[in-house]
């Protein structure tokens, strides 16, 4: 009898556990649903229109069958698609034609609001205001990665911490880098004459991707840690993992479990990372101490600011805690972006031969041995031209993504506290934009 009433007694207690968490949940995701409603309906009265959204996903499921229908039709006869935004995001691409430059949309809990209208995108990108800030969802899901430095902090804290940084990446300071850029592409080079020579001197297959990354990777290894570079090499390739891992957690709109589950794995990586950082950043400082003349890498300048600065605006984080978080952003914000770029141009150049010829003149003209220096660089034009070129037809980030944490206006627009801004310029909007600085340019596509 008392077996039995035990049995009877947990399962009541189970049945009440599991009633309140399905209460609690439908409390929560109903709350959040009116609140997500609410701002949808601030926007509409202000004349902005949107899909309709369904409960509990909104949008969600409409975005898929968008994106499964495109990638049925889509024509992969075109090498090259310059608005490649447009193949990345067909749903924004399909909502734009019905609902125009403006519109807003729901994933879930969350409200957007896409905005590709050419003089909102000006004023959003000469918005000098700390009520625009990263979005909380996606800087949650990559805090491994970034921790909390400039790229994922937002208010007096940003500043702050920009305040620290910006210096040591004036024009001036940059310059006195080429010479570690050039070490660590002048290997790569040789690489690529010996693999066409193994051919016979005609052609090889080469796989450039992984190769500008790595030679990218290697530059900001060299810069950050100086002598200690190889080291630096082995802190970002556990990056990379961590970042490849995030990112085929499909953080992007907020969906995924790993508020819930965190990842073992990535947690592990994170605290290798971190504990490789500071003992890199500490044995470089006490090298430089011993020698009393070594040349301070880029980390132990950016420690030496943060130092100088503890207590007055780094909050409840250690100038420690600081230099290992902006480690990551560096290499974050340095490592992909400049590969993606350096991959566009060499198949643009590919596309394009005639300014293959008109590079290799300027270069043999102007830089001495060909290998260019901090003076000649800026006398590079054609160079930059290309370089400036392939950014308007394939930017590194293809969006910008911002959260109001105030309400906020832009131009006509009240954009309420909480809506997500996304900001997905096509190529008429990116040409438009940039129009005065590429002004003296040729279109290569």
């Given amino acids: 009898m008392e077996l039995l009433d035990l049995v009877v007694i947990s399962k ?9 968490a399905v209460c609690y949940v439908f409390h929560y995701y109903t709350r959040s649903w009116l609140r997500s409603q609410r701002l949808r309906k601030k926007l509409c009265m202000q004349g902005i229109k949107g899909p309709p959204p369904g409960f509990v996903y909104g949008n969600v499921a409409e975005m ?3 994106q499964l229908k495109a990638k049925k039709t889509r024509n992969h006869s075109e090498i090259v698609a310059h608005d490649y935004t447009s193949t990345l995001f067909p749903y924004l691409d399909h909502w734009r034609k019905e609902y125009g430059s403006i519109y807003t949309y729901s994933t879930g809990l969350r409200q957007h609001l896409y905005v590709n209208d050419l003089e909102i ?12 800030g990263k979005d909380a969802y996606m800087t949650k899901a990559l805090q491994p990665m970034l921790g909390n430095g400039v790229i994922r902090s937002n208010g007096q804290f940003w500043a702050h911490q920009r305040k620290i940084i910006a210096p040591e990446f004036f024009m001036d300071k940059v310059k006195g880098m080429v010479g570690l850029m050039v070490e660590s592409t002048v290997p790569l080079l040789k690489k690529w004459e010996a693999m066409i020579d193994a051919g016979g001197g005609l052609a090889a297959e080469i796989n450039v991707d992984e190769d500008l990354r790595s030679v990218s990777a290697d530059v900001i290894a060299r810069a950050c840690f100086g002598s200690s570079y190889v080291k630096g090499k082995q802190i970002f390739s556990k990056l990379r993992t961590i970042q490849t891992t995030i990112t085929k957690q499909g953080f992007l709109f907020g969906l995924n479990g790993s508020r819930f589950f965190p990842n ?9 990372v971190e504990l490789l950082i500071w003992e890199t950043v500490k044995r470089r400082q006490q090298e430089c101490v011993d020698k009393s003349s070594g040349q301070k890498d880029l980390m132990q300048l950016i420690l030496e600011s943060a130092v100088n600065e503890a207590g007055v605006g780094l909050g409840k984080g250690s100038p420690q805690k600081f230099i290992v978080d902006n480690c990551k952003n560096i290499y974050f914000a340095g490592h992909e972006t400049t590969a993606i770029t350096a991959s566009w ?7 394009y031969p005639e300014w293959q010829s008109r590079i290799q003149a300027e270069v043999a003209q102007v830089c001495n041995n060909g290998l260019p220096d901090a003076d000649s660089i800026s006398r590079l034009k054609t160079v930059t031209m290309v370089i400036q070129e392939a950014m308007r037809l394939y930017p590194a ?18 954009v309420p506290k909480g809506v997500h801004q996304w900001r997905l310029q096509s190529l008429q909007i990116r040409t438009r934009l940039y129009s005065v600085r590429f002004r003296h340019s040729v279109v290569l596509g």
Avoid at 12 to 20: Q, T
Avoid at 121 to 132: A, C, D, F, I, P
């Fill in 64 to 66: 898929q069958q968008i």
């Fill in 12 to 20: 009541a207690l189970f049945s009440v556990a599991l009633a309140s």
């Fill in 397 to 414: 980030a293809a969006f910008v993504s911002r959260e109001a944490l105030e309400d906020t206006r832009i131009g006509n627009i009240l």
């Fill in 345 to 351: 141009c060499l198949m643009l150049l590919a596309l």
């Fill in 264 to 272: 073992k794995k990535v947690s592990n990586l994170e605290r290798e």
């Fill in 121 to 132: 995108v000006k004023e959003m990108n000469q918005l000098n205001t700390l009520q625009l």
